[in-house]
């Protein structure tokens, strides 16, 4: 079991930059897939960005080129650096381990507005 807690949102200006942070419980070493993703009203939950254990990384179209998912096992703890925040980036941003359960943190909102 692991339990995952968020933080780093907050209110943003179009153009601007946020980091999230998703500290983990445990060791993240062995937890082969961890992830953010988004839900904004009315949408359904989104993947946003994942990285595996190996180091490797998958982003959603929509948001390549601005964000960077990365890790500190030290810390076990993951980020997600967002630049060139668009008003669409606003939304609740989750926290997600993968360990042959899933499992997922209380969220962060994040809101683009001027």
């Known amino acids: 079991q692991v339990q995952l807690v968020e933080s780093g949102g907050g209110l943003v200006q179009p153009g601007g930059s946020l980091r999230l942070s998703c500290a983990a419980s445990?060791?993240?070493?062995?937890?082969?897939?961890m992830g953010w993703y988004r839900q904004a009203p009315g949408n359904q939950r989104e993947s946003v960005a994942i990285?595996?254990?190996?180091?490797?990384?998958n982003y959603a179209d929509s948001v390549k080129g601005r964000f960077t998912i990365s890790r500190d096992t030290a810390k076990n703890t993951i980020y997600l650096q967002m630049n060139s925040l668009k008003p669409e980036d606003t939304a609740v941003y989750y926290c997600?381990?993968?360990?042959?359960?899933?499992?997922w943190g209380q969220g962060t909102q994040v809101t683009v507005s001027s």
């Open positions: 445990r060791s993240i070493s062995s937890i082969y897939v």
């Open positions: 990285i595996t254990s190996g180091g490797g990384t």
């Open positions: 997600n381990a993968a360990t042959g359960m899933s499992y």
